[in-house]
């Protein structure tokens, strides 16, 4: 063997794979049985490669090789005959997995499958043996359903047929690629027909074996085409001395360098001579033993530091050439010729399985990152980061060297997120909607892409990631609601780079998750900010906000409601209505406006309900909202509003009632009074008027007092005498049963500054509730203590007293402590009104059961006024 | 009874204001009418069971025990029940009138009143009485009630 070969067993071959896992699979994964299969392969023909190579006879090498076969195509049997031109017949070299022993069995080459390979120069599969062939060579044949069948040449004769079977009872079927590998081996078994053949040459077809090792060596260990192609070029370079090698494969009609090996940079970008693209696509050779002098190719190919090259056709996928190219000028033989188609055609299998292969492992790869990308993008809900991600996920997802995602603003696109070295400032960037390359999938609606930009027309300002430096371009337009095309997803290599079609179609599936994803978190924002807005809103209406979702669970409650109710949020949400306020909200028909009483803690709160039902477009209730009012206040003051009226009404009528009776009894012409009788109602009809302006004037009094109308005209006044008079006036009807007033006033009692008739009404007042609220024989006491700067007068009754909630409500307008005692319900709010508009302040001090004692306070008259 | 019609129908009137009392005394007395008073609840039951008065004209608004309390009391006592009751209101409001008539009283008068009008109000619901529709006078009234409350 000329140079040291990496060699490696199916176990370390396998465990390299996993080393090497290519750059743009991100995440670690099991190695699948396919690829088991593929690792498998590779080491079997690996095997076989060096079987050829080594020293050993050629039926050991023949049978050896079939051993492989059986291995690799997981055969029942196989065998291969060799062909005798002269006689026309084959005669079995090597047979494996038949009962009898076959080799040195001779048949006419015109006989079985093999007659058919030999006939088509080419492979044979055959599905069903027993139809195919009319005349068994052999009984060993029998029982065989699926035969395949390749011929092995050298010289460009053929010379023999290898073949392997599948027996009928085992009812499996050879896997997809098995023709291609038993071809491959067809042609090590070429080669180890030409060692055999040509052992003068020993040194060179130890060269070539130990290239055609390179190529199984190398097979084994990267999983990626263009690493397999690289390795077919390298062994092509090895096996013929050449000093560099290319592998040309046709893609988007071009011929570009899919594999290579030592090519130099300059070289590789060049565009193919006419003479190569033409012969690439006749499935032609070229040599050139001069190409300086070779008319045949440009100035960039002469002067591209080689002088000779060779060039055989090479099938991978598409008509290509296997290129090699020498530093010194060369005469080709046919052997040269041989040794390349050699090469050719043991490296189109492995190419071809790997191109298979590889499609199917990009796409497996895709479809996983694409999920990953799905999940990752999932949760994120801001549209900027979402861009970035999308950019972040493309470039990873095809191992670009840059993304970029771009969305389409009135006829421009903007660079909305970029990922990738070098790319300061692109973000922002604008460029026109019906531009080049991005402007064309928005107009298609459909993935664009380049394999090499810089040969297709100038594109200045077209793409500003484009710009720094990139050669090769896919993208795929972003879809918006309606079909709309909303902008471009777009992934760029630094490299001329061929994409492949699961590449785009795995881009264009990425783009239309950055669709879904980027809606997905348009509506979040502004779900977001719309969410924003109504909890502003719900936190700072005054009316209770309370929502229930379709199985009645709270999910709002807002603070209002949390003030209303008395229930913190925290405790209401998740549960019902009726769980947390032991009460239905819920009417059946809706509705506005109802009237729902609850509980907050002890104390009753009318509600003043209204509700609104929410529904699926489907008409299903998807919840319920309530909107309301704590109307308690309101209804209480509507309830004093209306027993006022009804009070006064009352109050009215009663001394209505005695000025009109006894004015009508008067009136009576058959009754004759006497004149006491007569004196007695006319008094009557006098006290009840007088009565009558009294309740009058208070009601005066309270409509001055709320419109603040109410004046006052304060002069000093000596409390003492004052007092005096007032309790004699109210003695007269008032204490019967031996009840009494006792006056309790302080030797020194400055003089105060007050309203006299205001003052007498608030002391009339006092004196009149409490004689109203005192039992028969009891005491009032009326006090009178000097403060500094004011005086107190109190007035003191034994009655049942009042508690403490009265207490807080009686100088409240309207408010009657017991409501059989007939009154307004406004002494008391006057007699605050009269007092504070005096200057002093009014208060009372009770315990139930003790007695009240109302007091209040005005102001010391100063002693200017006073003399 | 009506045959006997010379003889003294007796009132009791109970009221805590005594102008109203004494208006119903005069113009009842002038018709030959006997009329005794009550100027509290308490009182008012204490004369009913001692009089055993033909009529009761009670007021509603009293201190104390007010006058659907009273009739409560007297209507739930044998040695009363029997006796006719009208309410004498100030309170204008038809629900209140409805409440005296669903307690049990046979009519109401509203405050003010023209007292000329009682003693005939008081011999019409005697006759009546008499014969035996007292339920029906006071179903009519409450009829009545129901007019205007609906109107």
């Known amino acids: ?867 | 009874m009506n045959g006997d019609a010379q003889a003294r129908t007796k009132v009791l009137v109970i009221d805590d204001e005594a102008p109203i009392r004494l208006l119903c005394r005069v113009n009842l007395e002038a018709e030959r009418m006997e009329v005794i008073e009550a100027s509290d609840g308490p009182a008012g039951l204490e004369a009913a069971q001692a009089g055993l008065p033909d009529v009761i004209l009670l007021d509603v608004m009293m201190p104390g025990l007010d006058g659907w309390q009273v009739a409560e009391l007297l209507l739930g006592d044998e040695r009363t029940r029997s006796i006719p009751i009208v309410f004498l209101t100030a309170r204008a409001e038809l629900r209140d009138r409805a409440r005296g008539l669903d307690l049990g009283g046979v009519d109401y008068v509203t405050k003010p009143f023209n007292p000329i009008d009682l003693a005939p109000l008081v011999r019409g619901l005697l006759d009546r009485v008499a014969r035996g529709e007292r339920e029906e006078l006071r179903q009519e009234k409450l009829a009545e009630l129901r007019a205007s409350m609906s109107r």
Request: aromatic share 6%; glycine share 10%.
């Open chain 1, 1 to 867: 063997m000329g140079r040291p070969t990496h060699l490696c067993n199916a176990e370390n071959a396998r465990a390299s794979c996993r080393g090497a896992a290519p750059a743009r699979v991100r995440f670690p994964r099991p190695v699948s049985v396919e690829e088991e299969r593929g690792i498998e392969q590779r080491g079997a023909l690996l095997h076989a490669a060096r079987l050829v190579a080594g020293e050993r006879g050629l039926d050991e090498v023949l049978d050896e090789l079939l051993g492989e076969a059986m291995r690799l195509l997981r055969a029942d049997a196989a065998d291969c005959y060799l062909l005798d031109p002269a006689r026309r017949v084959l005669r079995c070299a090597a047979a494996r997995g038949f009962a009898d022993p076959l080799v040195g069995f001779v048949y006419p080459a015109d006989r079985g499958v093999a007659a058919l390979a030999l006939e088509r120069g080419g492979p044979v599969a055959v599905e069903t043996y027993g139809e195919a062939v009319h005349e068994l060579p052999h009984a060993a044949y029998r029982d065989f359903d699926r035969v395949l069948a390749a011929p092995v040449s050298w010289g460009g004769e053929v010379r023999g047929v290898l073949g392997a079977g599948l027996r009928r009872e085992g009812g499996r079927t050879f896997e997809p690629g098995a023709l291609d590998l038993l071809e491959a081996l067809a042609g090590l078994a070429s080669l180890a027909l030409a060692g055999e053949e040509r052992s003068d040459e020993r040194a060179r077809q130890a060269r070539i074996g130990a290239a055609l090792g390179r190529i199984a060596a190398l097979l084994s260990e990267p999983l990626s085409a263009a690493q397999t192609l690289d390795a077919a070029a390298r062994a092509a370079a090895d096996a013929l001395g050449g000093e560099f090698a290319a592998v040309l494969l046709p893609e988007a009609g071009r011929l570009v360098v899919a594999g290579a090996h030592r090519v130099p940079r300059g070289l590789r970008r060049r565009e193919p001579p006419a003479v190569l693209v033409e012969a690439a696509a006749d499935g032609r050779s070229v040599a050139a033993r001069r190409v300086r002098e070779d008319a045949r190719f440009a100035d960039g190919w002469r002067r591209a530091g080689f002088e000779a090259l060779l060039a055989v056709p090479v099938d991978g996928g598409g008509r290509g050439l296997l290129a090699v190219f020498f530093a010194d000028e060369r005469e080709f033989g046919r052997d040269d010729l041989e040794v390349a188609g050699l090469v050719a055609r043991a490296a189109r299998a492995a190419i071809l399985r790997d191109r298979a292969f590889e499609s199917e492992r990009i796409a497996r790869a895709l479809s996983q990152q694409l999920a990953r990308s799905g999940n990752a993008l999932e949760p994120e809900l801001d549209p900027v980061a979402v861009l970035a991600q999308v950019a972040e996920q493309a470039r990873a997802l095809l191992g670009a060297d840059a993304a970029s995602v771009a969305l389409l603003e009135g006829d421009e696109l903007v660079l909305g997120a970029a990922s990738g070295p070098d790319l300061e400032g692109v973000v922002g960037t604008r460029a026109p909607s019906t531009g080049w390359l991005g402007g064309d999938a928005v107009q298609l609606r459909a993935p664009v892409s380049s394999a090499d930009v810089s040969a297709d027309v100038l594109h200045g300002g077209a793409d500003a990631v484009l710009e720094r430096g990139h050669r090769a371009y896919a993208a795929a337009p972003l879809g918006g609601r309606e079909g709309v095309v909303r902008g471009v997803l777009a992934v760029y290599a630094a490299e001329p780079r061929a994409w492949r079609e699961e590449e785009i179609e795995a881009l264009a599936a990425l783009a239309g998750n950055a669709s879904v994803a980027l809606a997905n978190a348009e509506l979040y924002r502004r779900l977001a900010l719309e969410h924003a807005q109504s909890s502003a809103i719900l936190a700072n209406v005054a009316d209770g906000i309370v929502a229930v979702d379709r199985d009645g669970r709270v999910v709002v409650w807002n603070a209002a409601a949390e003030r209303i109710t008395g229930v913190p949020a925290s405790e209401a949400l998740g549960r019902t209505p009726f769980e947390v306020l032991r009460r239905e909200l819920e009417s059946g028909q809706g509705g506005t406006n109802r009237l729902v009483p609850i509980m907050r803690g002890e104390e009753e709160v009318w509600l003043s309900l209204s509700e609104a039902v929410m529904r699926e477009p489907s008409g299903e209730v998807a919840g319920r909202i309530f909107a309301f009012r704590d109307i308690s206040a309101e209804r209480v003051l509507e309830r004093m509003k209306s027993d006022f009226v009804s009070t006064v009404s009352h109050e009215l009528r009663t001394p209505l009632t005695s000025i009109y009776g006894f004015a009508e009894t008067l009136l009576r012409s058959d009754i004759g009074f006497s004149d006491d009788e007569r004196q007695t109602f006319l008094g009557y009809i006098a006290s009840e008027s007088e009565r009558l302006t009294r309740i009058v004037d208070a009601l005066l009094d309270v409509a001055r007092l709320d419109a603040g109308t109410l004046e006052v005209q304060p002069v000093p006044i000596d409390l003492r005498t004052f007092l005096s008079e007032a309790v004699d006036a109210s003695s007269q009807p008032a204490l019967g049963n031996g009840g009494r007033f006792v006056l309790d006033l302080d030797e020194e009692v400055p003089e105060v500054r007050a309203d006299p008739e205001k003052l007498r009404q608030v002391v009339d007042q006092l004196l009149e509730n409490a004689v109203k609220y005192s039992p028969a024989g009891s005491v009032v006491r009326v006090e009178a203590r000097a403060r500094p700067e004011a005086v107190e007068v109190t007035v003191e009754d034994e009655g049942s007293g009042i508690d403490a909630s009265q207490a807080e409500r009686i100088f409240d307008k309207f408010y009657r402590g017991d409501e059989t005692q007939p009154g307004t319900g406004l002494g008391l709010f006057i007699a605050q009104g009269l007092v504070s508009a005096m200057g002093g302040r009014i208060w009372v001090r009770s315990e139930e059961g003790g007695g009240s004692r109302f007091t209040f306070s005005l102001p010391v008259a100063n002693e200017a006024e006073a003399a």
